[in-house]
């Protein structure tokens, strides 16, 4: 793991670098490229690219807008979007169950997608007036999905094979799990059994481990966020 200083070949993964150079910042969609890849098993190289400050090279030979992830695979295809690094890896496994695509993904996609919208406002708000409504916003999202997770056979959000729901939610769950207590002396997801049976399944994967980066970093970049200079 290194910071990138040029094209690194096939089989690279570039995603946002934290504050810490070598190391992965808060950017959900490279953490869901990551968490894809390695629980998949599939042998990458992952580089670390200062967004802030853009190599010419990535906008000039990875990808023109200038975003991460892109990954690069094995036969030099460059993919530039999360969704499709996800489709390319079940294109990879055949065998397996595939991350996307299984009954019951479109349901489950809409309510993971009002937790995404909900869950950031809430937990980078420091305004003590408007805490309650974005709080109350969240809970009602994570209350619809523990309540449908009362007839999914669990552990995970789709059954007891991961799904491309649970690597979008998994960086969110990780920032609500230690960084509701953190900043805001709450654990919300701790508010719904269901929901937290399927979160410690997640963050327990070997997937996960390999993907995540450390709580130092989380706090770090969620203060800054909290905190705009």
């Given at each position: 793991m290194a910071t990138a200083d040029g094209p690194g070949g096939n089989s690279v993964l570039y995603v946002k670098e934290g504050p810490t150079k070598g190391t992965l910042g808060n950017c959900p969609f490279c953490f869901k490229a990551s968490f894809a890849l390695f629980a998949r098993g599939i042998d990458i190289k992952v580089l670390y690219v200062d967004l802030n400050n853009k190599p010419s090279w990535f906008v000039e030979e990875l990808n023109p807008k200038g975003t991460a992830p892109?990954?690069?695979?094995?036969?030099?295809?460059?993919?530039?979007?999360?969704?499709?690094?996800?489709?390319?890896?079940?294109?990879?496994?055949?065998?397996?169950?595939?991350?996307?695509?299984?009954?019951?993904?479109?349901?489950?996609?809409?309510?993971?997608?009002?937790?995404?919208?909900?869950?950031?406002?809430?937990?980078?708000?420091?305004?003590?007036?408007?805490?309650?409504?974005?709080?109350?916003?969240?809970?009602e999202t994570l209350a619809a999905l523990d309540n449908h997770l009362e007839t999914c056979e669990g552990p995970f959000l789709l059954g007891k094979d991961l799904c491309s729901e649970d690597l979008r939610l998994a960086p969110v769950f990780w920032v609500l799990s230690e960084g509701g207590p953190y900043f805001k002396e709450y654990d919300v997801i701790s508010e719904f059994p269901r929901l937290k049976a399927a979160v410690v399944a997640i963050l327990s994967t070997e997937g996960f481990k390999a993907a995540c980066y450390t709580k130092e970093t989380l706090i770090q970049c969620y203060t800054a966020l909290r905190d705009p200079k």
């Open positions: 892109v990954f690069v695979t094995p036969d030099g295809t460059i993919i530039t979007e999360s969704e499709e690094i996800v489709e390319w890896c079940d294109q990879q496994k055949p065998e397996l169950p595939p991350y996307s695509g299984r009954p019951g993904s479109a349901e489950l996609k809409e309510l993971c997608t009002a937790i995404f919208k909900s869950w950031r406002p809430w937990i980078v708000n420091t305004s003590p007036e408007d805490d309650d409504s974005k709080k109350k916003t969240l809970m």
